[in-house]
């Protein structure tokens, strides 16, 4: 599936730690803390987005979602799952290559010294790798964080770079 054709995804208030778990595996989930649930339900069906909630509330409010799913369970990691099953979603193919924060793709540093002040001098002396968000700037490694995440998601750890020593 290529990524234009990929399903995007509008979260719950509530679901915003999903949401952050799909943008780690490389797909387009959306959130906003100040919307109201009416707000996002306009904003997912303008764009074409899916409606995720965990809500016990039926679905019936206006405006109805125009595509929606309600997750069944409540912990995090299971409705991540849950996602990734309803929809046969990739989780390996674009693993760590969107900002968490931005929901935009991440830049590859050309040049580690344009990024040496924004990290940790151990953490520029461990990796020869690093990302950029181009929106708000944030410097990205594939360090221990990386491990810990594909563990607790149950994922493969991404072979393109060594893991940190």
Same mark, same amino acid.
């Not at 599936?1 to 990929?6: E, L």
């Not at 995007?8 to 780690?24: A, H």
């Not at 309803?86 to 979603?89: N, Q, V």
């Given at each position: +599936?290529?990524?234009? /054709?990929?399903p $995007?995804? +509008?979260? =719950?208030?509530?679901?915003?730690?999903?949401? $952050?778990? *799909?943008?780690?595996c490389?797909h =387009?989930a &959306?959130?906003d803390?100040?919307?109201?649930r009416?707000e996002l339900?306009? @904003?997912a069906n303008?764009?074409?987005r899916?409606?995720?909630?965990?809500?016990?509330?039926p679905?019936?409010?206006?405006?109805?979602?125009?595509k929606? *799913?309600?997750? &069944?369970?409540? =912990? !995090?990691?299971?409705?991540?799952h849950e996602?990734?099953r309803?929809?046969?979603?990739d989780?390996t193919?674009?693993l760590f290559t969107?900002c968490? @924060?931005?929901?935009?793709a *991440? /830049? =590859?540093?050309a /040049?580690n010294?344009?990024i040496?002040? $924004?990290?940790?001098p151990?953490?520029f002396a461990q990796h020869?790798k690093?990302?950029?968000c181009p929106k708000?700037?944030?410097v990205?490694? @594939?360090g221990?964080?990386?491990v810990n995440t594909?563990?607790k998601?149950?994922?493969?750890?991404?072979? /393109? &770079? !060594?893991?940190a020593?």
């Open positions: +599936m290529n990524p234009g /054709d990929a $995007k995804f +509008m979260m =719950d208030q509530m679901l915003i730690t999903v949401g $952050k778990y *799909l943008r780690i490389g =387009d &959306e959130w803390t100040g919307a109201t009416h339900i306009v @904003r303008a764009e074409g899916i409606f995720v909630t965990c809500t016990q509330r679905l019936d409010e206006k405006p109805v979602p125009a929606s *799913l309600k997750l &069944e369970v409540g =912990d !995090p990691v299971e409705q991540f996602i990734i309803a929809f046969g979603l989780t193919g674009r969107k968490i @924060r931005c929901n935009v *991440l /830049d =590859d540093v /040049d010294e344009a040496r002040e $924004k990290v940790h151990n953490v020869s690093f990302y950029r708000c700037g944030t990205f490694w @594939r221990s964080h990386v594909c563990r998601l149950g994922l493969s750890f991404p072979k /393109d &770079e !060594p893991e020593a």
